[in-house]
């Protein structure tokens, strides 16, 4: 059986279906939450067995272009592989699907920071954008922690071009595969401390998150607000999660 077939497997009745969750989700609260805290909870997007079988590709040698050993440079610890292209059907499906509502939000966000890109309507477009500049590299990845795993905080920036929001589904269920593990966001806002966001998913659900930076209104304007994300450390069992990057890597 080919990737495409395996991936259409773990799809479980087709991307349309993924795709009519995607737009099914509460927009407005999404939209309102990224805005207040720089992240959002879905609500559910995949079931336990589309989350099983896109898990189950981790130990496939074919459908990746890398495998990164986190502790090999400094990233934290656990392990994570980026899908080559095609994408799993699934993986493409979440990756098209949410784009019609994020780039909206990301064109908003970005005018109020005085940035200058913008994003088309269509995700096809970005990507030619970032091919053309030489980021042709796919980026959603699937990640394994183990007990003692952890994430350090970061940014997924990969480039020149970089779309302002990324959206992570957990793949694993809390307290029967794992426990610990938890998705933590940061913001450090100008002569502030940093605040921190600990974000509990479901099985199946997803954080929709700022990749780099976002808008605050302060008492003089609008200021960028720099974000960091990571995983805290795995107390016991196994957690996969599935990564969905918009922009691709140079």
């Known amino acids: 059986m080919g990737r495409g077939a395996q991936a259409g497997a773990a799809c479980e009745g087709g991307c349309a279906v993924i795709a009519a969750r995607i737009a099914g989700l509460d927009w407005a609260r999404i939209e309102a939450e990224l805005d207040a805290f720089g992240c959002a909870i879905t609500g559910?997007?995949?079931?336990?067995?589309?989350?099983?079988?896109?898990?189950?590709l981790y130990d496939r040698e074919e459908g990746f272009r890398s495998r990164i050993v986190m502790a090999r440079h400094g990233f934290g610890r656990g392990e994570y592989k980026y899908?080559?292209?095609?994408?799993p059907t699934p993986v493409a499906?979440?990756?098209?699907?949410?784009?019609?509502?994020?780039?909206?939000?990301?064109?908003?966000?970005?005018?109020?920071m005085s940035l200058a890109p913008r994003f088309p309507g269509r995700h096809a477009e970005f990507l030619a954008?970032?091919?053309?500049?030489?980021?042709?590299?796919?980026t959603p990845l699937l990640l394994r922690y183990e007990a003692g795993d952890y994430n350090c905080l970061h940014q997924d920036l990969y480039g020149e071009h970089v779309f302002p929001l990324q959206v992570a589904v957990l793949l694993s269920?809390?307290?029967?595969?794992?426990?610990?593990?938890?998705?933590?966001?940061?913001?450090?806002?100008p002569r502030m401390q940093s605040r921190a966001e600990v974000v509990p998913l479901a099985q199946g659900e997803g954080v929709i998150f700022a990749v780099h930076h976002r808008p605050v209104s302060g008492t003089r304007g609008t200021y960028r607000v720099n974000m960091r994300h990571g995983v805290s450390?795995?107390?016991?069992?196994?957690?996969h999660t599935l990564g969905v990057i918009f922009h691709d890597a140079a």
Do not use: K, M
């Not at 307290?175 to 806002?189: A, H, K, Y």
């Open 129 to 138: 954008r970032c091919h053309a500049a030489g980021q042709t590299r796919p």
């Open 233 to 239: 450390r795995l107390r016991s069992g196994r957690r």
């Open 173 to 189: 269920e809390p307290g029967r595969d794992f426990t610990g593990g938890e998705f933590v966001l940061t913001e450090q806002r």
């Open 93 to 112: 499906a979440l990756r098209e699907g949410f784009w019609p509502y994020l780039a909206p939000v990301a064109n908003r966000w970005n005018e109020a």
């Open 83 to 87: 899908f080559a292209a095609p994408l």
């Open 44 to 56: 559910p997007l995949l079931g336990a067995e589309e989350c099983a079988g896109i898990a189950g």
